[in-house]
């Protein structure tokens, strides 16, 4: 789950960790009146979408009069802001951070996130702030610091000596830094976070080391843990879709010039399911693992949202039946088809348990479906729809 900027410096703010003195503002008034109870000059608007690069695409604009503040208000509420992140559809703004400009002297990049493959928590670091990471990744990897910290063990204050040093900091900013980094530390940890990046985090002509953007995204898995932050989600800036299929716990991604839905039990079937999509010559819409132990409204209803895409020209379901019994999984698409008309071709491959009483019930439904013998006869059909 990904919030906002300025929500993400509310938490931030909970764990002490410094940023700059600002307010969120839904209306141009508003932001005119934080900018005068800020009590300083100049302040920053910046347009809060849930997207990287707003600074690049207009988004973030510096006021050094009253005046100015109205005029960027004015200008970046309500206009579609276009980023490398948001694809050419771009967002629409409907909020605004504006905080106090600061004296920077420095520029950093500082992010934590696990890491999979060392099954820890690495913390990255870099002297090139304010740049996207990627390029910095690309063009000079030597300048990107990386500590990776033992879950079990915990952050160490070596750990943290290590990213000061390697940032080549002062001694007056180090230490600032490393309770900081510690703050920083604990926030991800009791969070569940996926993601925390500040880009760029500044060092202050007094060498105060401060957030000055802020990026938190959150594991969906572990929400159920922290209510709270379950009260910052902006459905608003969520796909549609993907919305809907979270209110049936279906994991669900929309993917874009895609023209075959399909239907998947399991993350690695569905990546095979997209590879054999694309060999056959279309193109995945979506992602959808219905999940192991998915139920027959589960599949009704994911199914459902496949069919309510425009762009889908035809639906491939993949099923292997354990957990999930081949069976349930025909009592569902029976139960959408009663629903839900559907208007194009529908593919099913299935194996497993309970196979022969699931093609039953497709067979027995009177419903024009097409039972796939085969992945590779499913992949042949799933290509003249394509063609098609």
Do not use: W
Request: hydrophobic letters at 45%; charged letters at 25%.
């Amino acid at each position: 789950m990904k919030i906002h900027e300025y929500q993400a410096k509310e938490l931030f703010q909970k764990y002490g960790v410094p940023t700059p003195r600002g307010k969120a503002a839904f209306a141009v008034d508003e932001a005119k009146a934080i900018a005068k109870e800020l009590g300083t000059l100049p302040v920053v608007v910046k347009a809060q979408i849930h997207a990287g690069g707003r600074g690049k695409g207009g988004g973030v604009k510096i006021a050094k009069t009253e005046a100015e503040v109205e005029q960027y208000a004015n200008q970046i509420l309500g206009m579609t802001l276009v980023t490398h992140q948001t694809g050419p559809e771009g967002r629409l703004v409907k909020r605004l951070l504006v905080e106090e400009g600061l004296p920077i002297e420095k520029e950093l990049y500082l992010s934590l996130l696990p890491d999979r493959d060392t099954a820890s928590i690495v913390i990255m670091a870099s002297e090139a702030g304010g740049m996207d990471i990627e390029e910095v990744a690309e063009a000079t990897p030597e300048k990107i610091i990386k500590v990776f910290v033992n879950p079990l063990l915990g952050f160490q204050a070596y750990e943290a000596r290590q990213l000061a040093y390697g940032l080549n900091m002062e001694p007056e900013v180090v230490k600032a830094f490393i309770p900081m980094i510690n703050k920083l530390y604990k926030l991800t940890v009791e969070y569940d976070c996926s993601l925390v990046e500040i880009n760029p985090l500044v060092i202050l002509s007094d060498k105060r080391v401060v957030a000055l953007d802020a990026k938190v995204t959150f594991d969906d898995n572990a929400m159920y843990r922290h209510k709270d932050i379950q009260a910052y989600r902006d459905l608003e800036e969520e796909d549609p879709f993907e919305v809907e299929a979270s209110k049936y716990n279906i994991n669900y991604i929309k993917l874009p010039g895609g023209n075959i839905g399909n239907m998947v039990n399991g993350a690695g079937l569905a990546m095979a399911t997209m590879d054999v999509i694309q060999l056959a010559g279309g193109q995945p819409a979506n992602f959808l693992d219905v999940g192991g132990g998915a139920s027959a409204e589960q599949v009704e209803n994911g199914l459902r949202i496949i069919l309510s895409d425009s762009a889908v020209k035809g639906v491939l379901i993949n099923i292997f039946g354990g957990i999930l019994r081949c069976d349930i999984l025909a009592t569902g698409v029976v139960q959408a088809a009663k629903n839900v008309e559907i208007k194009v071709p529908l593919i099913i491959r299935m194996e497993g348990t309970n196979v022969d009483q699931g093609r039953k019930i497709l067979e027995e439904s009177g419903l024009k479906i097409t039972v796939a013998k085969d992945l590779a006869d499913a992949a042949q059909k799933v290509s003249a729809v394509a063609k098609a």
